[in-house]
Protein backbone atom coordinates (compact mmCIF):
# COMPACT_ATOMS: atom_id res chain seq x y z
CA UNK A 1 0.00 0.00 0.00
CA UNK A 2 2.87 2.44 0.64
CA UNK A 3 4.26 2.07 -2.29
CA UNK A 4 1.12 2.61 -4.41
CA UNK A 5 0.73 6.02 -2.02
CA UNK A 6 4.38 6.76 -3.09
CA UNK A 7 3.31 5.98 -6.82
CA UNK A 8 0.05 8.20 -6.23
CA UNK A 9 2.74 11.09 -4.87
CA UNK A 10 4.79 11.04 -7.67
CA UNK A 11 2.00 10.89 -10.49
CA UNK A 12 0.42 14.05 -8.45
CA UNK A 13 3.61 15.65 -9.10
CA UNK A 14 4.08 14.64 -12.53
CA UNK A 15 0.54 16.02 -13.06
CA UNK A 16 1.08 19.68 -11.03
CA UNK A 17 4.20 19.44 -13.64
CA UNK A 18 2.16 19.06 -16.61
CA UNK A 19 0.23 22.01 -15.61
CA UNK A 20 2.47 24.52 -14.82
CA UNK A 21 4.32 23.02 -17.83
CA UNK A 22 1.11 24.69 -19.98
CA UNK A 23 0.91 27.77 -18.19
CA UNK A 24 4.42 28.59 -18.05
CA UNK A 25 4.45 27.54 -22.17
CA UNK A 26 1.84 30.25 -22.79
CA UNK A 27 4.16 32.83 -21.64
CA UNK A 28 7.03 31.33 -23.28
CA UNK A 29 5.50 31.13 -26.99
CA UNK A 30 3.86 34.67 -26.69
CA UNK A 31 6.66 36.47 -25.59
CA UNK A 32 9.25 34.77 -28.29
CA UNK A 33 6.63 35.62 -30.98
CA UNK A 34 6.67 39.40 -29.37
CA UNK A 35 10.67 39.19 -29.94
CA UNK A 36 10.69 39.03 -25.72
CA UNK A 37 13.88 37.90 -24.30
CA UNK A 38 13.70 34.61 -22.44
CA UNK A 39 16.59 34.37 -20.25
CA UNK A 40 15.12 31.39 -17.74
CA UNK A 41 12.01 28.94 -17.83
CA UNK A 42 11.99 27.15 -14.74
CA UNK A 43 9.51 24.09 -13.68
CA UNK A 44 9.22 24.49 -10.17
CA UNK A 45 10.81 26.82 -7.60
CA UNK A 46 13.97 26.88 -4.92
CA UNK A 47 17.41 25.12 -6.12
CA UNK A 48 17.82 23.98 -9.53
CA UNK A 49 17.87 20.22 -9.65
CA UNK A 50 18.73 20.02 -13.75
CA UNK A 51 19.59 22.64 -15.98
CA UNK A 52 20.58 23.55 -19.99
CA UNK A 53 21.38 26.85 -21.93
CA UNK A 54 20.32 26.71 -25.35
CA UNK A 55 20.27 30.22 -26.96
CA UNK A 56 19.54 32.58 -24.73
CA UNK A 57 17.46 30.97 -22.36
CA UNK A 58 18.30 28.72 -19.66
CA UNK A 59 15.65 25.60 -19.14
CA UNK A 60 15.55 24.62 -15.66
CA UNK A 61 13.87 21.88 -13.38
CA UNK A 62 13.60 23.26 -9.72
CA UNK A 63 13.28 21.73 -6.25
CA UNK A 64 10.15 23.03 -5.69
CA UNK A 65 7.19 21.53 -8.06
CA UNK A 66 4.25 23.69 -6.71
CA UNK A 67 4.78 26.30 -9.45
CA UNK A 68 7.14 27.95 -12.16
CA UNK A 69 8.03 30.85 -13.70
CA UNK A 70 9.29 32.47 -17.29
CA UNK A 71 12.03 35.68 -16.38
CA UNK A 72 11.86 37.66 -19.23
CA UNK A 73 14.62 40.00 -20.09
CA UNK A 74 13.64 43.94 -18.30
CA UNK A 75 10.66 42.32 -16.12
CA UNK A 76 11.04 42.89 -12.97
CA UNK A 77 10.93 46.01 -11.52
CA UNK A 78 14.06 46.34 -9.69
CA UNK A 79 16.22 45.59 -13.28
CA UNK A 80 18.18 47.51 -14.49
CA UNK A 81 16.49 48.17 -17.94
CA UNK A 82 18.66 49.03 -21.05
CA UNK A 83 16.01 50.15 -23.58
CA UNK A 84 16.49 47.15 -25.91
CA UNK A 85 13.64 46.10 -28.17
CA UNK A 86 14.25 42.71 -26.45
CA UNK A 87 13.35 43.80 -23.18
CA UNK A 88 9.78 43.10 -21.89
CA UNK A 89 9.33 46.81 -20.48
CA UNK A 90 10.13 48.21 -24.01
CA UNK A 91 7.34 46.51 -25.48
CA UNK A 92 3.77 48.81 -26.38
CA UNK A 93 1.10 47.70 -23.38
CA UNK A 94 -0.59 46.06 -26.00
CA UNK A 95 1.84 43.40 -26.33
CA UNK A 96 2.82 42.75 -22.48
CA UNK A 97 -0.90 42.16 -21.95
CA UNK A 98 -1.24 39.19 -24.45
CA UNK A 99 2.15 37.69 -22.32
CA UNK A 100 0.56 38.41 -19.36
CA UNK A 101 -2.80 36.45 -20.38
CA UNK A 102 -1.06 34.14 -22.15
CA UNK A 103 -0.51 31.51 -19.51
CA UNK A 104 -3.84 31.26 -17.87
CA UNK A 105 -5.85 31.40 -21.15
CA UNK A 106 -3.63 28.67 -22.30
CA UNK A 107 -4.46 27.04 -18.89
CA UNK A 108 -8.60 27.74 -19.28
CA UNK A 109 -8.22 26.47 -23.12
CA UNK A 110 -6.31 22.97 -21.38
CA UNK A 111 -8.75 22.55 -18.96
CA UNK A 112 -11.72 22.68 -20.94
CA UNK A 113 -10.24 20.36 -23.94
CA UNK A 114 -9.02 17.94 -21.14
CA UNK A 115 -12.62 17.90 -19.05
CA UNK A 116 -14.50 17.32 -23.01
CA UNK A 117 -11.57 14.88 -24.09
CA UNK A 118 -12.31 12.74 -20.55
CA UNK A 119 -16.40 13.29 -21.07
CA UNK A 120 -15.52 11.81 -24.55
CA UNK A 121 -13.51 9.16 -23.46
CA UNK A 122 -14.80 7.33 -20.27
CA UNK A 123 -18.03 9.85 -19.51
CA UNK A 124 -19.19 12.39 -16.50
CA UNK A 125 -18.57 11.19 -13.28
CA UNK A 126 -21.80 11.38 -10.95
CA UNK A 127 -22.57 9.90 -7.51
CA UNK A 128 -24.77 7.20 -7.90
CA UNK A 129 -27.84 7.44 -5.72
CA UNK A 130 -26.40 4.42 -3.03
CA UNK A 131 -26.44 5.65 0.44
CA UNK A 132 -23.26 5.87 1.91
CA UNK A 133 -24.11 6.81 5.52
CA UNK A 134 -27.18 7.16 7.96
CA UNK A 135 -26.66 9.93 10.59
CA UNK A 136 -28.28 9.44 14.24
CA UNK A 137 -31.51 10.41 14.99
CA UNK A 138 -32.84 11.92 11.72
CA UNK A 139 -35.21 10.05 10.25
CA UNK A 140 -33.69 7.81 7.40
CA UNK A 141 -32.52 6.04 10.52
CA UNK A 142 -35.78 5.88 12.13
CA UNK A 143 -37.59 5.16 8.67
CA UNK A 144 -34.79 1.82 8.96
CA UNK A 145 -32.96 3.44 5.79
CA UNK A 146 -29.12 1.52 5.75
CA UNK A 147 -25.77 2.54 4.38
CA UNK A 148 -25.68 0.16 1.45
CA UNK A 149 -29.56 0.87 0.34
CA UNK A 150 -29.62 2.39 -3.24
CA UNK A 151 -32.43 4.88 -3.74
CA UNK A 152 -34.11 4.00 -7.36
CA UNK A 153 -37.17 6.53 -6.62
CA UNK A 154 -39.22 9.26 -4.54
CA UNK A 155 -42.07 10.21 -4.77
CA UNK A 156 -42.26 8.10 -8.14
CA UNK A 157 -39.71 9.93 -9.47
CA UNK A 158 -37.05 7.78 -10.86
CA UNK A 159 -33.42 8.51 -8.89
CA UNK A 160 -30.49 7.74 -10.90
CA UNK A 161 -27.69 10.04 -9.55
CA UNK A 162 -27.14 11.57 -6.06
CA UNK A 163 -27.76 14.82 -7.37
CA UNK A 164 -31.73 13.65 -8.08
CA UNK A 165 -31.72 12.64 -4.39
CA UNK A 166 -30.77 16.59 -2.96
CA UNK A 167 -33.38 17.73 -5.79
CA UNK A 168 -36.15 15.70 -4.46
CA UNK A 169 -35.32 15.69 -0.92
CA UNK A 170 -34.66 19.43 -0.70
CA UNK A 171 -37.26 20.19 -2.56
CA UNK A 172 -39.81 18.78 -0.44
CA UNK A 173 -40.43 21.84 1.82
CA UNK A 174 -40.52 19.54 5.01
CA UNK A 175 -43.36 17.93 3.62
CA UNK A 176 -43.53 13.88 3.56
CA UNK A 177 -41.79 11.67 1.15
CA UNK A 178 -41.94 8.30 -0.63
CA UNK A 179 -38.96 6.47 -1.00
CA UNK A 180 -38.31 3.29 -3.03
CA UNK A 181 -34.87 1.16 -2.37
CA UNK A 182 -33.04 -1.78 -3.54
CA UNK A 183 -31.11 -3.29 -0.82
CA UNK A 184 -29.89 -7.03 -1.88
CA UNK A 185 -31.89 -7.03 -4.59
CA UNK A 186 -34.97 -6.48 -3.14
CA UNK A 187 -37.44 -3.46 -3.09
CA UNK A 188 -38.40 -1.64 0.15
CA UNK A 189 -40.39 1.14 -0.05
CA UNK A 190 -40.58 3.82 3.60
CA UNK A 191 -42.40 6.93 3.59
CA UNK A 192 -40.20 9.84 5.67
CA UNK A 193 -40.99 13.13 7.19
CA UNK A 194 -37.68 15.37 6.03
CA UNK A 195 -36.42 17.86 8.54
CA UNK A 196 -35.87 21.32 7.91
CA UNK A 197 -32.32 22.50 8.89
CA UNK A 198 -30.35 25.45 8.15
CA UNK A 199 -26.76 24.78 6.15
CA UNK A 200 -24.18 26.11 4.30
CA UNK A 201 -23.67 25.55 0.86
CA UNK A 202 -20.47 24.78 -1.08
CA UNK A 203 -20.08 28.97 -1.59
CA UNK A 204 -20.14 29.37 1.95
CA UNK A 205 -23.97 30.83 1.34
CA UNK A 206 -26.51 29.80 4.44
CA UNK A 207 -29.62 27.88 3.34
CA UNK A 208 -32.69 25.94 4.73
CA UNK A 209 -33.15 22.73 3.64
CA UNK A 210 -34.90 19.46 3.84
CA UNK A 211 -32.79 16.85 4.92
CA UNK A 212 -33.64 13.00 6.05
CA UNK A 213 -30.21 12.50 7.31
CA UNK A 214 -28.33 10.76 4.55
CA UNK A 215 -24.78 10.82 3.29
CA UNK A 216 -23.37 9.36 -0.36
CA UNK A 217 -21.72 6.85 -1.04
CA UNK A 218 -18.11 6.94 -3.10
CA UNK A 219 -19.19 4.71 -5.83
CA UNK A 220 -19.54 6.94 -9.13
CA UNK A 221 -21.01 6.00 -11.94
CA UNK A 222 -20.27 7.73 -15.64
CA UNK A 223 -22.59 9.51 -17.91
CA UNK A 224 -21.42 8.87 -21.61
CA UNK A 225 -21.50 11.38 -24.01
CA UNK A 226 -22.88 11.01 -27.19
CA UNK A 227 -19.81 12.16 -29.72
CA UNK A 228 -18.36 14.65 -29.70
CA UNK A 229 -20.09 17.57 -30.03
CA UNK A 230 -22.06 16.06 -26.96
CA UNK A 231 -18.64 16.19 -25.09
CA UNK A 232 -17.39 19.48 -25.79
CA UNK A 233 -21.02 20.76 -24.44
CA UNK A 234 -20.31 18.60 -21.72
CA UNK A 235 -16.87 20.51 -21.24
CA UNK A 236 -18.13 23.78 -21.55
CA UNK A 237 -20.88 23.10 -19.23
CA UNK A 238 -18.30 21.94 -16.85
CA UNK A 239 -16.45 24.45 -17.41
CA UNK A 240 -19.12 27.17 -16.57
CA UNK A 241 -19.68 25.38 -13.57
CA UNK A 242 -15.98 25.27 -12.14
CA UNK A 243 -15.06 28.87 -12.87
CA UNK A 244 -18.89 30.66 -11.56
CA UNK A 245 -18.52 28.50 -8.39
CA UNK A 246 -14.74 29.73 -7.94
CA UNK A 247 -15.67 33.26 -8.00
CA UNK A 248 -18.66 32.84 -6.09
CA UNK A 249 -16.40 31.40 -3.19
CA UNK A 250 -13.36 34.00 -3.56
CA UNK A 251 -16.14 36.38 -3.55
CA UNK A 252 -17.61 35.27 -0.36
CA UNK A 253 -14.17 35.01 1.07
CA UNK A 254 -13.74 38.64 0.42
CA UNK A 255 -16.73 39.73 2.06
CA UNK A 256 -16.11 37.87 5.01
CA UNK A 257 -18.81 34.61 4.43
CA UNK A 258 -16.42 32.07 3.68
CA UNK A 259 -13.37 31.38 6.11
CA UNK A 260 -10.13 30.45 4.97
CA UNK A 261 -10.18 27.00 6.32
CA UNK A 262 -12.49 26.55 3.48
CA UNK A 263 -9.77 26.90 1.03
CA UNK A 264 -7.57 23.78 0.14
CA UNK A 265 -3.73 24.61 -0.24
CA UNK A 266 -1.02 22.21 -1.85
CA UNK A 267 -1.24 19.53 0.90
CA UNK A 268 -4.69 18.93 0.69
CA UNK A 269 -4.60 19.27 -2.78
CA UNK A 270 -1.75 16.32 -2.97
CA UNK A 271 -3.28 14.43 -0.47
CA UNK A 272 -7.00 14.32 -2.66
CA UNK A 273 -4.88 13.77 -5.93
CA UNK A 274 -3.04 10.68 -4.03
CA UNK A 275 -6.13 9.34 -2.72
CA UNK A 276 -7.87 9.64 -5.89
CA UNK A 277 -5.21 8.03 -7.86
CA UNK A 278 -5.18 4.70 -5.43
CA UNK A 279 -9.11 4.40 -5.64
CA UNK A 280 -10.07 5.63 -8.63
CA UNK A 281 -7.89 7.29 -11.88
CA UNK A 282 -10.03 8.87 -13.89
CA UNK A 283 -11.46 10.83 -11.26
CA UNK A 284 -7.57 11.60 -10.59
CA UNK A 285 -7.22 12.94 -14.68
CA UNK A 286 -10.36 14.69 -13.86
CA UNK A 287 -9.04 16.63 -10.72
CA UNK A 288 -6.33 17.45 -13.37
CA UNK A 289 -8.72 19.25 -15.51
CA UNK A 290 -10.15 21.00 -12.92
CA UNK A 291 -6.67 22.20 -11.47
CA UNK A 292 -5.76 23.37 -14.72
CA UNK A 293 -8.84 25.84 -15.00
CA UNK A 294 -8.36 26.70 -11.14
CA UNK A 295 -5.03 27.63 -12.04
CA UNK A 296 -6.22 29.96 -14.83
CA UNK A 297 -8.36 31.46 -12.18
CA UNK A 298 -6.28 32.02 -9.08
CA UNK A 299 -3.57 33.97 -11.77
CA UNK A 300 -6.23 36.35 -13.56
CA UNK A 301 -6.84 37.62 -9.69
CA UNK A 302 -5.80 41.47 -9.97
CA UNK A 303 -3.06 40.39 -7.18
CA UNK A 304 0.24 41.79 -7.85
CA UNK A 305 2.99 38.99 -8.78
CA UNK A 306 0.28 37.06 -10.34
CA UNK A 307 -0.80 37.72 -14.01
CA UNK A 308 -3.83 39.70 -13.37
CA UNK A 309 -1.77 41.95 -11.15
CA UNK A 310 0.58 42.22 -14.38
CA UNK A 311 -3.04 43.00 -16.27
CA UNK A 312 -4.07 45.64 -13.54
CA UNK A 313 -0.58 47.45 -13.98
CA UNK A 314 -0.83 47.70 -17.14
CA UNK A 315 -4.38 49.14 -17.17
CA UNK A 316 -3.25 51.57 -14.55
CA UNK A 317 -0.68 52.11 -17.10
CA UNK A 318 -3.24 53.16 -19.30
CA UNK A 319 -5.56 54.87 -17.86
CA UNK A 320 -2.92 57.32 -16.39
CA UNK A 321 -0.65 57.44 -19.81
CA UNK A 322 2.58 56.36 -18.40
CA UNK A 323 3.33 52.97 -16.09
CA UNK A 324 4.25 53.15 -12.58
CA UNK A 325 7.53 54.03 -11.30
CA UNK A 326 9.78 51.41 -10.89
CA UNK A 327 10.13 51.73 -7.39
CA UNK A 328 6.34 51.96 -6.66
CA UNK A 329 5.76 48.57 -8.68
CA UNK A 330 8.80 47.10 -6.87
CA UNK A 331 6.99 48.02 -3.32
CA UNK A 332 3.77 46.65 -4.49
CA UNK A 333 5.10 43.29 -5.53
CA UNK A 334 7.12 43.00 -2.11
CA UNK A 335 3.94 43.66 -0.06
CA UNK A 336 1.86 41.07 -2.40
CA UNK A 337 4.29 38.32 -1.89
CA UNK A 338 5.03 38.45 1.59
CA UNK A 339 0.68 38.36 1.89
CA UNK A 340 0.73 35.62 -0.71
CA UNK A 341 3.11 33.73 1.28
CA UNK A 342 1.59 34.66 4.59
CA UNK A 343 -1.72 32.81 2.91
CA UNK A 344 -0.18 29.56 1.76
CA UNK A 345 1.46 29.17 5.08
CA UNK A 346 -1.88 29.43 6.79
CA UNK A 347 -3.65 27.59 4.29
CA UNK A 348 -1.20 25.03 4.69
CA UNK A 349 -1.16 24.62 8.28
CA UNK A 350 -5.10 24.50 7.98
CA UNK A 351 -4.84 21.43 5.52
CA UNK A 352 -2.59 19.71 7.86
CA UNK A 353 -4.42 20.15 10.74
CA UNK A 354 -7.73 18.87 9.13
CA UNK A 355 -5.38 15.23 7.50
CA UNK A 356 -3.94 14.53 11.51
Known amino acids: MLLI??????????????LILVHEAGHFFVAKRSGVRIERFSVGFGPRIWSIKKGDTEYTLSLIPLGGYVKMAGEEPGEKLTGADWEFASKPPGKRFNIAVAGPAVNYIFGFLFVSFLIFSFGLPRSTSEIGNVMEGYPAEKAGLMAGDAIVSINGTDI???????????????????????????????????????????????IERSVIGIGQSDKVAYMKADGLIDSLKGGARETWKVTSMSYKILWRMLTGNVSVKAVSGPVAIVAIGIELFVKNPILFLFLGAYLSLALAIFNLLPFPILDGGHILFLAIEKLRGRPLGRKTQEIVQNAALVLLISFVLVVTWNDIWKLF
Open 5 to 18: KITGFIAVLILLGI
Open 160 to 206: LFWDDVLKAVGGSEGEEIDLRIMRDSEAMDFSLLPKMVELKDITGER
